[in-house]
């Protein structure tokens, strides 16, 4: 985590969401179950916030993103946010699909690893949230709706044209951007989209455990894998392979690298210190 920090201070209170630790794993609960957590123009900034302040913090090393009730977010409240943007000027809804964005962004090169628990429906933006994430963790019975034709606006939204293909592919990312149509979580996950395809009721022990495992392992390597994954997306493979050099030579001068040596030689398991 950065130790350089100016005159803001770090946030230890967010209104619309709920944020647990335990340890070093945040939960994030979407908590409007009577909306299925659809997201308001306040959810949104505070998530955008949140991801941001994580590369500042030290009691962080994993977060898990769920929703209360029986959906994991059915995406922006049709009043809150549909409704509000119908009156907006052309800067104020710039202003605003950018933010959504911001919040996509900030998920994936944040070093912070991020598993959602996904217990029901993921819909539209909730989808992409889920997408963002590098876990998924999934009921089921959850399914995902990327709705945003079905709402009158491009399939391509908060960053999905990017991310859909590299996992799914171009010809399946086209079917559910451009149709909008339900995908149930066991053609999900032969799809490429679950990580963990539990039976209902298992998501949030299971997305814990992974949580657990991923705050008490070798934390820098995990951070860097992250980062890795994300910048070499688009890179070419001379850039990769340095890129690659670079971090690995790094992290054989931390605590964790010498930490696995004298754990091997000395026939035990190794005490990672996430440095």
């Not at 790094?250 to 440095?275: I, V």
Request: aromatic letters at 8%; glycine letters at 10%; a negative charge.
């Amino acid at each position: 985590m950065s130790p350089f920090r100016g005159s803001a201070s770090i946030t230890d209170e967010w209104r619309h969401f709920t944020v647990q630790r335990d340890g070093r794993v945040a939960t994030i609960t979407f908590a409007r179950p009577d909306r299925l957590n659809a997201l308001t123009f306040e959810v949104y900034a505070d998530l955008r916030d949140l991801l941001t302040e994580l590369p500042h913090r030290d009691d962080t090393r994993v977060v898990v993103l769920r929703g209360e009730g029986r959906a994991f977010c059915s995406g922006g409240d049709v009043h809150q946010i549909i409704g509000a943007t119908i009156g907006m000027r052309p800067e104020e809804l710039l202003s605003f699909t950018r933010m959504t964005g911001e919040v996509v962004r900030v998920m994936r090169e944040t070093p912070v690893p991020i598993i959602a628990a996904i217990n029901g429906t993921a819909a539209g933006a909730g989808a992409v949230l889920a997408l963002a994430s590098d876990f998924r963790v999934m009921a089921r019975s959850a399914s995902f709706a990327f709705l945003f034709t079905k709402v009158g606006l491009a399939g391509a939204d908060m960053g999905a044209a990017y991310l859909l293909p590299r996992l799914v592919g171009l010809g399946r990312a086209t079917q559910l951007l451009m149709l909008g149509d339900s995908l149930p979580a066991d053609k999900a996950e032969q799809w490429g989209l679950v990580s963990d395809l539990v039976e209902d009721g298992e998501v949030d022990a299971t997305a814990i455990a992974l949580a657990r495992r991923l705050a008490d392992g070798p934390w820098q390597a995990f951070s860097q894998t992250k980062s890795l994954l994300t910048r070499e997306l688009d890179l070419g493979l001379s850039g990769a392979v340095e890129l690659e050099a670079v971090t690995q030579a790094l992290l054989m001068k931390g605590d964790d690298y010498r930490e696995f040596h004298a754990a091997f030689t000395g026939k035990r398991s190794p005490q990672w210190k996430g440095r």
